[in-house]
């Protein structure tokens, strides 16, 4: 049973910098997808970015050029480096994972809050 394991969350003035990290514990199959999605208060959660192995990378329109996702695949783990934060930044961060074999099987991260405010 694969376990996601977050951290780097926190309080950040506008203009800042942060860093997510999400390690998958209980071994990973090796296709997968493994990225970040957010829930702000009052609002749906959605797509921030994601990798999948052998592939390239997907963003967010209202992150790109700020965000970017990278992983270790030697360690299972995937981060968020979070650039020029903004305001409308403020959510609870999930790290996500999804491994492509039959039947695919998805996890969630208990999540970790960004709040970006001066």
């Known amino acids: 049973q694969v376990q996601l394991v977050e951290s780097g969350g926190g309080l950040v003035q506008p203009g800042g910098s942060l860093r997510l990290s999400c390690a998958a514990s209980?071994?990973?199959?090796?296709?997968?997808?493994m990225g970040w999605y957010r829930q702000a208060p009052g609002k749906q959660r959605e797509l921030v970015a994601t990798s999948t192995t052998g592939t390239t990378t997907n963003y967010a329109d209202s992150v790109k050029g700020r965000f970017t996702i990278s992983r270790d695949n030697d360690k299972n783990t995937v981060y968020l480096q979070m650039n020029s934060l903004k305001p409308e930044d403020t959510a609870v961060y999930y790290c996500?994972?999804?491994?492509?074999?039959?039947?695919?099987?998805?996890?969630w991260g208990q999540g970790t809050q960004v709040t970006v405010s001066s």
């Open positions: 996500y994972a999804a491994e492509f074999k039959l039947p695919m099987v998805e996890y």
């Open positions: 209980g071994g990973i199959f090796p296709k997968n997808r």
